[in-house]
């Protein structure tokens, strides 16, 4: 590499650590490696479900969905080796090699002639690879793996952290909704807010309906309401599909 490698991984790693979506990580992360190490064409990041099933969740370019897609639909090749087998998977001559009969051929008809995966986190939803494409035969080599090694420990902590604060905010999101919603409750029904929460936790039970689901509910049919009239009804019905709660005041 031209630049010191520690150079380039500091700045790598101001850019991937920055606040983003899970969907702007991955396609940061991508599109960094193609930049970052030497050789690579195409990038693309894979997830491997619990389930068997594997999907792939970011890609420099179309290429990288058509050879992911076809290693899936064949069930071979190294980006399935590499996500089933949770291991480091290296071929530097795709049209040579015997381990994918089937993939090879149509590997280097896209132009594909060396891949590298390597396993990017491994989380209870399932397990994530990071799948890099060259053009050239023996594209990569041991300095070329080291490089990435480091590459990916920065990927997975930017994508972990980026995780990490979508769900925080999908939490937050869902408090604000079950905090209005619980208002909505004790207004309409003159209740306290903790006598209003205990109401939603039965109805949500009893509906088999998550609470942050009937909470959405609830606002978005008070905002209905608000849109369909400029002044409020002097003696509101009881909201859609919740019965006033019995023993209070409606």
Known sequence: MQEDLA?????????????????????????????????????????GRRDGTIETVAGTDDVVWRIDALQYELGEGPCVDAILGRTRTIVNDIGADERWPNFAPRATALDVRSQLGVELFNE???????????????AFDEEVVHVLEIFASHAAQALGKSMREEQLQEALRSRRLI??????????????????????????????????????????????????????APAPPPLDGLAAPSGERA
């Open 7 to 47: 150079d380039v991984m500091a700045r790598v790693a101001r850019t991937l650590h920055e606040n983003q979506s899970v969907e702007e990580t991955l396609d940061a992360v991508v599109h960094a490696v193609r930049a970052t190490v030497p050789g690579v064409r195409h990038a693309g990041i894979s997830i």
């Open 124 to 138: 209870s939803s399932g397990v994530g690879g990071l799948n890099l494409y060259s053009s050239e035969v023996g």
């Open 179 to 232: 905090g209005q919603a619980i208002g909505i409750v004790m207004e309409r029904y003159q209740l306290d807010q903790q006598r209003a929460f205990d109401y939603l936790i039965r109805v949500s039970q009893q509906s088999n309906v998550k609470l942050r689901t009937l909470a959405a509910e609830l606002v978005e049919q008070l905002d209905d309401r608000a849109r369909q009239s400029a002044r409020p």
